[in-house]
């Protein structure tokens, strides 16, 4: 999975990287295909926007669905926790649709005959 960051209007912290970088490394535990995944961070410079001046956008590209999760909080790391609950909720659920429910049991199989 490729990450890319856009940042507009604002100045990412040093760990900012990893910690995303790390965060959506865990969703590649579900199998759904995502080739690529953008993080966009814009900064409102309006002050009365003060606790929800920073908003994180994430969004999926590839040969899976196409996702997009947003929130804003009143830090980059905070906005980032936020989208990524939404990002990985989409994803678990297109993963469990996408799942098998073949409640195929030994019991309801027909049984072999020996010859």
């Known amino acids: 999975m490729k990450i ?3 940042a507009r209007h604002a100045e ?3 760990d ?10 865990t ?3 579900f199998s759904v295909t995502i080739e690529r995944v953008e993080v ?6 309006n002050p009365r926007q003060g ?3 920073h908003r994180v956008i994430l969004t ?10 947003e929130a ?3 830090n980059d790391v905070a906005a980032f926790d936020e989208a990524i609950k939404n990002f990985e909720l989409q994803i678990r659920k297109h993963h469990e649709r996408a799942k098998s429910h073949n409640r195929d049991t030994l019991r309801n199989r027909p049984l072999a005959v020996n010859e």
């Open 72 to 74: 804003a909080e009143f």
């Open 27 to 29: 969703m590649e535990r």
């Open 40 to 45: 966009e961070i814009l900064h409102e410079l």
């Open 12 to 14: 990412l912290a040093a």
């Open 60 to 69: 999926s590209h590839g040969a899976g669905p196409l996702m997009r999760a």
């Open 51 to 53: 606790k929800r001046s």
């Open 4 to 6: 890319v960051f856009h």
């Open 16 to 25: 900012f990287r990893e910690i995303a970088e790390e965060k959506l490394r």
